[in-house]
């Protein structure tokens, strides 16, 4: 069964987390409780957490968020819910991650590690498809999947388009949209002046190139955010033709002040 640790000296979610009476039949221990950061930090070094939900003072969770970002990097983070509903459903969908994360690969190379980063990948694709509601929603999923990109400042959107009529996908690439999304992450994927760039093929064949600033990194301005990812667009295009055959081309721009100004009713 799964181990959960929450961390919160607020009588109310103490009191939501306590009114849940079936963990067991929800794949959980019954969860540890803290009411500080130093009592959490102290807990994951002894005991083992597959999941952490804290709400605590400012104080107390810039030092628990330092240490689960220096020490902690894949444990995903859940909502600290007020009602056992809440708590509940957020124990439900973390269960459904832990459920693809630990599952037993076949290949020894691909981990715990990897999942995870597969199902962040999916999440954007979802993000950049339309398919995510609200800002709640885009915030509380980054967290429980542990991104490193900043949901809070400017990021970029860069549309790419292959010539009117191109059959590469069903024609010459025969793979499927999902492996051309692999390949393209190979030529597109990298971390460049403190920005994450990302590219996702959606299920319509379009495809895209997010770039976001890295959370803790120095903020770029946003004509020079443009400039850099404009430029790493043309190289990896340039790189994709070569190697893939595909003929690529920058269709469109944007710079939205966050990257929940993608999710649907935004």
């Known amino acids: 069964m799964y181990k959960l640790l929450l961390a919160t000296d607020r009588p109310e979610i103490m009191n939501a987390f306590g009114a849940v009476s079936s963990w067991e039949s929800l794949g959980f221990k019954a969860p540890r409780m803290v009411s500080s950061a130093q009592g959490a930090i102290d807990s ?41 509903a809440e708590v509940v459903n957020a124990v439900c969908e ?28 999916e999440f954007f694709r979802a993000l950049l498809g339309g398919k995510i509601a609200g800002k709640d929603e885009v915030v509380r999923r980054m967290r429980l999947l542990r991104s490193r990109m900043d949901p809070a400042r400017p990021c970029v959107v860069v549309e790419l388009a292959m010539p009117e009529g191109d059959s590469y996908l069903k024609g010459r690439w025969h793979y499927g949209s999902e492996r051309l999304e692999v390949a393209l992450r190979n030529f597109f994927g990298v ?38 990812v404009s430029a790493h667009a043309q190289e990896c295009i340039g790189l994709v033709s070569e190697y893939l055959g595909l003929s690529l081309s920058i269709a469109s721009i944007r710079v939205l002040p966050n990257l929940p100004s993608l999710a649907v009713g935004e």
């Open 44 to 84: 994951l070094k002894r005991h083992h957490a597959d999941g952490i939900a804290y709400a605590l003072s400012d104080r107390d969770e810039k030092l628990l968020g330092a240490c689960l970002a220096e020490d902690y990097p894949l444990l995903p983070i859940f909502e600290a819910g007020r009602t056992q």
């Open 94 to 121: 973390l269960r459904t991650l832990l459920n693809r994360t630990h599952a037993d690969f076949s290949n020894d190379s691909f981990g715990e590690a990897d999942m995870m980063q597969l199902c962040r990948h």
């Open 191 to 228: 971390e460049l002046s403190g920005m994450r760039m990302l590219a996702s093929v959606l299920p319509d064949e379009r495809i895209f190139l997010l770039a976001c600033p890295m959370l803790g990194e120095a903020s770029e301005q946003e004509d020079s955010m443009t400039g850099l």
